[in-house]
C-alpha cells in the first residue's frame, strides 16, 4: 500500500526558507517520476516542480530559481528546498506519486 507524508511546513517571514520532505511507502522514490503541487487558500490546485524517473527536474515558473527538487534515495523521500519565500508561496503542499497525494504540509509566509 502506498503512503506518501509530507512535513516540514510552517511560519517563515518572507525571504525565508524552508524544507520540505515526502516520506514515501509502498515504493522506491529512486526509480519514479514525482511532483510537487499546493493549494492556495480559496484557489486551485497549482504544479510546482516534478522530478522525473531519470533525474529531470521541471520547475512552474513562479518557483523557478528558488526552489529545488530531489530525492534522498537513502530515507525514501521527496524533499523541495524553498529559499527566497514569497507571502504568495503560502499553501497546502503535496507530494505527488501517480494518482496518490498526501495530505499535505501547510506553508505559511507572512511577516
Known amino acids: 500500500e502506498v503512503h506518501l507524508v509530507e512535513s516540514g511546513g510552517g511560519l517563515v517571514q518572507p525571504g525565508g526558507s524552508l524544507r520540505l520532505s515526502c516520506a514515501a511507502s509502498g515504493f522506491t522514490v529512486s526509480y519514479s517520476g514525482m511532483s510537487w503541487v499546493r493549494q492556495a487558500p480559496g484557489k486551485g490546485l497549482e504544479w510546482v516542480s516534478t522530478?522525473?524517473?531519470?533525474?529531470?527536474?521541471d520547475y512552474a515558473d513562479s518557483v523557478k530559481g528558488r526552489f529545488t527538487i530531489s530525492r534522498d534515495n537513502a530515507k525514501n523521500t521527496l524533499d523541495l528546498q524553498m529559499n527566497s519565500l514569497k507571502p504568495e508561496d503560502t499553501a497546502v503542499y503535496y507530494c505527488?506519486?501517480?494518482?496518490?497525494r498526501g495530505r499535505g504540509t501547510q506553508v505559511t509566509v507572512s511577516s
Open positions: 505527488i506519486w501517480g494518482e496518490s
Open positions: 522530478i522525473d524517473h531519470s533525474g529531470v527536474r
